[in-house]
T-cell receptor
Framework: GAGVSQSPSNKVTEKGKDVELRCDPI?????LYWYRQSLGQGLEFLIY????????KSGLPSDRFSAERTGGSVSTLTIQRTQQEDSAVYLC?????????????FGAGSRLTVL | AQSVTQPDIHITVSEGASLELRCNYS??????LFWYVQSPGQGLQLLLK??????LVQGIKGFEAEFKRSQSSFNLRKPSVHWSDAAEYFC???????????FGQGTELSVKP
């Protein structure tokens, strides 16, 4: 697509429920990133995909967090047994290869609220 | 350790005044440096980037930044601020092999009429 698309834009859930957040990157972008932005905080790196592989998942905060990417395109970030501290905006970004490899294009984010 | 520091959490400037937002980085290899802007409720938009060459880089919306290797800094500047520049600004660093960017905590800019 023309830009990075994320869904849902807003999600309210109850503590203990599982949630899935989806990211559809720019067509042809091989790299995909997930970041988390908590209120008043900077961007916290979660995981990076190159194709369908995740060479860097060092930022996933706990084993409740997982992500996958299929077909070198769409990615899903899953949070199991959500906690209130998981409330944040989850941002997805994608980038191409070569000279554009470091230029991340971000989606508008998915705002997660855990009650 | 790799990190980015933006010392100013919040800055207020008058419309028409000049602006400088500070960014210092720590990175073990050749750094690629970026400034992004985030307007309320929006995603991040790339303002400018430095990969190599001329250390003064021009970006969109009249912004520029200067890379100073000796000071490990990449400060963002604008000669005359407009009310529409009110937003949060993030500095980031990455490597030349792709991979993640490390972001600073951000600087919130307010513009007084």
């Amino acid at each position: 697509g023309a830009g990075v698309s994320q869904s849902p834009s807003n999600k309210v859930t109850e503590k203990g429920k599982d949630v899935e957040l989806r990211c559809d990157p720019i067509s042809g972008h091989t790299a995909l990133y997930w970041y988390r932005q908590s209120l008043g905080q900077g961007l916290e790196f979660l995981i990076y995909f190159q194709g369908n592989s995740a060479p860097d998942k060092s930022g996933l905060p706990s084993d409740r967090f997982s992500a996958e990417r299929t077909g070198g395109s769409v990615s899903t970030l899953t949070i199991q047994r959500t906690q209130q501290e998981d409330s944040a905006v989850y941002l997805c970004a994608s980038s191409s290869v070569g000279s554009g490899a470091n230029v991340l294009t971000f989606g508008a984010g998915s705002r997660l609220t855990v009650l | 350790a790799q990190s980015v520091t933006q010392p100013d959490i919040h800055i207020t400037v008058s419309e028409g005044a000049s602006l400088e937002l500070r960014c210092n980085y720590s990175y073990g290899a050749t750094p690629y440096l970026f400034w992004y802007v985030q307007s309320p409720g929006q995603g991040l938009q790339l303002l400018l980037k430095y990969f190599s060459g001329d250390t003064l880089v021009q970006g969109i919306k009249g912004f520029e930044a200067e890379f100073k290797r000796s000071q490990s800094s990449f400060n963002l500047r604008k000669p005359s601020v407009h009310w529409s520049d009110a937003a949060e600004y993030f500095c980031a660093v990455g490597g030349n092999q792709g991979g993640k960017l490390i972001f600073g905590q951000g600087t919130e800019l307010s513009v007084k009429p």
